[in-house]
């Protein structure tokens, strides 16, 4: 890989994430909400008051000079104020980043191990009786959205046989081992139903893109070479066929990021999906702005990665 | 007679399709001795290349089979070979090289990485030494700067550079039977012949047996001593590549002949160029009796009856023909 494509690449994703941003700012002004809403119809608060505090936050100005306003400050560093929290959004943010990243992460982890054996097996011996259990497995698992899958194992898991519990806690005091017990515990189910869901759809994509290779001239070459069926697979067909799943993993995170918006409000995950719909609620637009920003810039790293992983999976890809 | 170094016996290998079972390559007989260059013309379709893949066990089964008949390579039965054991002799005593170069290699590794795997998997070498080894094959088969090219990727080389390559891979191991599957169908006029060229020299330099499979016969004539020519998944003659163009005695091999290109006669006399009229029979329902007779100009009502066997009408010359 060359280095000028590195550079490229993380060029690019500067006006990317600039053109976000704006658009994200123009939405949310022409959304109706105000955070001020409450203070124009509570009868404690003169209205010259509240047009003095409208006036003070620049809440009337137009758009674009709130937009460059924005833009600024957050070049400084100064993601904003929550109305709501009483709080800077960035240390908000921050509190909340580490758990949900977790769990996504822990997801697509999850997500990954299982559907790549489970994809190249079934592709391998198409038709077996392994490829129909695992493609009817993994289309009962996409079909099942995520609030139900995680309803259902809150109702197993949570109330009938009571071993896990069903609301996530960030405070938890115990420390060492049991520390990591109790985080594990906790997070057994939103990173099952998420990893399950997620790697459900990649069975059948790992499928397709291993049964795509299979019969290529080269696997035939490979074959040729007396190297085994486990190198013909693992080298020569395995390899080949990650390049359409990398840009597949990368192009469904913004799907994750939502889904785990709604598993994240299912397992009172304190995320920071459910601090996004919390803010929504309360036109924090401070807030709504800073989470979705970030939501973006996850993104945007994703993909980063995924052009990264591809070039260096595809040598045909960094010379151009 | 000394031993062959292959010797098919009356190969069967099928193939379960939808509309039923396609008898591809159905009763073949083919010997190759030490250091012999063999021929294998045919159509497309008349079971040639499944002939190549199954000495290989290349076949995909399903739904190919063996239905029967033997390969015998140096006196052992491939057929029934456990994958462990064919494994070893792949590249290692028959190696193959194919007719795509374009989409015969990885495209994801360079084409030192490719030769490298077959020297450290038969050799055990180490990668460097693989390596240097593969450098010394490249430099062997004519590329140009092979120090420097070993650490291409295949889409930096042109067509013929990579089939160069994959004869340089198929022969890094010095096999004692090379399979070369149409080697030089899909590249362009002058760089066949450059092609054939080194695969001459490079049996002159190693001493291999080559099966040639071609629908090519100039190539033919040019480089083999001993030509079997395939029709419908049968061989219908079999000799020494003089008396095969000097007094061919099926049919189809007169019409395979007559079917080369004759620039000269084109040009001077303007002469059309003849064709065996008709197309190969389906191999789902063969007819019985000789496959070629309905294309046959001299068919007999024995033709159609049973299939004629093959006899020998000179030495090492042997047609399935009841003429």
């Keep these: 890989m060359s280095r000028q494509y590195l550079i490229r690449r993380l060029l690019i994703a500067i006006p990317s994430l600039l053109g976000i941003s704006l658009v994200l700012y123009s939405v949310l002004a022409l959304a109706p909400g105000d955070p001020f809403g409450e203070l124009a119809t509570n009868p404690a608060i003169p209205p010259e008051v509240a047009a003095a505090l409208r006036a003070k936050f620049g809440l009337d100005d137009p758009v674009w000079s709130r937009y460059l306003h924005w833009l600024t400050a957050m070049f400084q560093g100064d993601w904003g104020f929550s109305f709501v929290s009483r709080m800077n959004v960035d240390t908000l943010i921050l509190q909340r980043l580490p758990t949900t990243l977790i769990v996504i992460g822990a997801a697509q982890l999850l997500a990954i191990v299982v559907a790549l054996p489970i994809g190249v097996l079934a592709a ?26 995680g309803l259902l194992l809150i109702l197993l898991f949570s109330i009938k046989l ?31 139903v998420l990893g399950l869901f997620q790697g459900a759809s990649l069975v059948r994509f790992v ?53 785990a918006i709604v598993t994240e409000q299912i397992f ?3 995320g920071i999906g459910s601090l996004l719909i919390s803010s929504i609620l309360a036109n924090d637009t401070p807030v709504v702005m800073g989470v979705t920003f970030v939501f973006a810039c996850l993104v945007v790293l994703f993909n980063l990665i995924a052009d990264f992983l591809y070039a260096w999976l595809d040598p045909r890809i960094a010379f151009r | 007679m000394v031993e062959a170094l292959l010797d098919i016996r009356d190969l069967k290998t099928w193939f379960a399709t939808e509309d039923g079972l396609v008898r591809a390559v159905d009763g073949v007989d083919l010997r190759i001795n030490r250091s012999e260059t063999v021929g294998v013309v045919g159509e ?16 995909d089964m399903p739904p190919g089979r063996f239905a029967g008949g033997q390969i015998l390579w140096q006196g052992r039965d491939l057929i029934p070979l456990q994958a462990a054991e064919m494994d070893k002799i792949r590249s290692k005593e028959i190696a193959i090289v194919f007719q795509e170069p374009m989409t015969s290699l990885n495209p994801v590794y360079t084409v030192g990485d490719q030769i490298a795997e077959v020297l450290r998997e038969h050799e055990k070498l180490t990668r460097r030494q693989a390596i240097e080894r593969a450098v010394e094959m490249l430099a062997l088969v004519n590329i140009p700067n092979p120090k420097m090219r070993v650490h291409d990727y295949p889409h930096q080389f042109s067509g013929g550079m990579r089939q160069r390559v994959m004869i340089a891979m198929a022969l890094s ?42 629908h090519a016969m100039g190539v033919v004539a040019e480089t083999c001593q001993r030509v079997v020519v395939m029709y ?35 040009a001077v006399h303007k002469e059309r160029l003849e064709a065996i009229p008709g197309t190969v029979p389906s191999l789902l329902t063969p007819p019985p009796g000789c496959r070629f007779a309905q294309r046959c100009r001299f068919a007999k009502d024995v033709c159609t009856q049973a299939i004629p066997p093959l006899k020998e009408v000179s030495a090492g010359h042997f047609v399935r023909c009841v003429l």
């Design chain 1, 124 to 149: 391998t011996r198409p038709y077996s009786v392994f490829d129909q259990i695992a493609n009817t497995l993994a289309f009962i698992g996409f079909s099942l959205p995520t609030f139900f899958t």
């Design chain 2, 44 to 59: 497309s379709g008349c079971g040639k290349t499944v002939t190549a893949r199954s000495v290989l066990k290349l076949i």
């Design chain 1, 207 to 259: 499928r397709s893109a291993v049964l795509d290779v299979v019969r290529l001239d080269y696997v035939t070459t490979a074959r040729s070479k007396g190297i085994g069926e486990r190198k013909v697979v693992v080298r020569h067909v395995v390899r080949t066929a990650l390049i359409p799943v990398v840009t597949l993993v990368a192009l469904q995170m913004p799907i994750v990021f939502g889904g």
């Design chain 2, 173 to 214: 191991c010095r096999p004692k039977l090379l399979i070369a599957d149409e080697p030089t169908t899909a590249l362009d006029v002058t760089i066949q012949a450059q092609i054939l060229e080194l695969m001459q020299e490079m049996k002159e330099k190693f001493g291999m047996a080559i099966m040639l499979i071609t």
């Design chain 1, 268 to 270: 009172r995950i304190p």
């Design chain 2, 232 to 266: 419908a998944g049968k061989v219908v003659e079999e000799a020494p590549v003089e008396a095969l163009f000097g007094d061919p005695r099926h049919p189809y091999t007169q019409g395979l002949i007559r079917s080369i290109p004759r620039v000269d006669r084109a």
């Design chain 1, 162 to 192: 009571d071993w896990l519990p069903f609301v996530f806690r960030d405070d938890i005091t115990a420390t060492g081992l049991q520390w990591l017990w109790e985080e594990t515990k906790q997070s057994i189910m939103p990173v099952m």
